[in-house]
Every structure is written in structure tokens, then in C-alpha cells.
Nanobody, 126 residues
């Protein structure tokens, strides 16, 4: 099993920045790809960004491209999401997720992920 714990959420003014972190523990050797998803009230959980195990390939949702950067530190079993130029519509609970090699198809679908964190709230004030 893999446990994921997010941190770094909070309240920020529009145009500001936040950095989310995710720490993985347990059978981290079973992880291939990792990603961030978010879920706003009344909406479905949506893809934000993903990264492969060596950090060589990243993908982003169009809505965050150019503003968010995902990074991974395998030595620390950590995943980060740097969020700049935040907008009101970025307000959501952000979830860290990890996928096994056998289920990885690029990391944009939540169904590829076997492990999820509890989420961290990001609120952007307009």
C-alpha cells in the first residue's frame, strides 16, 4: 500500500501563488506516475497535471498550462505543484494521486490511479 499526504493549501488572493506538496510513504517502489487532480463544489474531479517516474514527461490541463508546474523528487518520495497567477476558478480541493506502471496511460484519467491523498483546500479570493 501507498499513503499520500498533501500539504500547502490555503487562502490566496487572485494573482498570487501557492505551492502544494505531497509526500508518499509505504510501498513507494510500486509507483510509476503521479498526478494532481482537483474538485470544486458541485463539480467532478478533474485532471490538473501528471508526471512520469523519472520526471521526464509532464502533462497539464489546458486551464493551468503556463501557470502551474508539477515536479517530482523520487529521493524524497515527494511531488509538488507550483501554482502561479491563481484565479478564482482554481478554487478547489486538490488531490495527489499515484499510479502503478500497469495502469499508466499518460496520467490524465483518474481511473489510472490506485492511490489518493486526502486532499488540501485551495481558495482563491477574487
Amino acid at each position: 500500500q501507498v499513503q499520500l499526504v498533501e500539504s500547502g493549501g490555503g487562502l490566496v488572493q487572485a494573482g498570487g501563488s501557492l505551492r502544494l506538496s505531497c509526500e508518499a510513504s509505504g510501498r513507494t517502489s510500486s509507483i510509476y506516475g503521479m498526478g494532481w487532480f482537483r474538485q470544486a463544489p458541485g463539480k467532478e474531479r478533474e485532471f490538473v497535471g501528471s508526471v512520469t517516474n523519472n520526471g521526464g514527461s509532464t502533462r497539464y490541463a489546458d486551464s493551468v498550462k503556463g501557470r502551474f508546474t508539477i515536479s517530482r523528487d523520487n529521493a524524497k518520495n515527494a511531488l509538488s505543484l507550483q501554482m502561479n497567477s491563481l484565479k478564482f476558478e482554481d478554487t478547489a480541493v486538490y488531490y495527489c494521486a499515484a499510479a502503478k506502471p500497469s495502469s499508466w496511460y499518460g496520467g490524465t484519467s483518474l481511473y489510472e490511479y490506485s492511490y489518493w491523498g486526502q486532499g488540501t483546500q485551495v481558495t482563491v479570493a477574487s
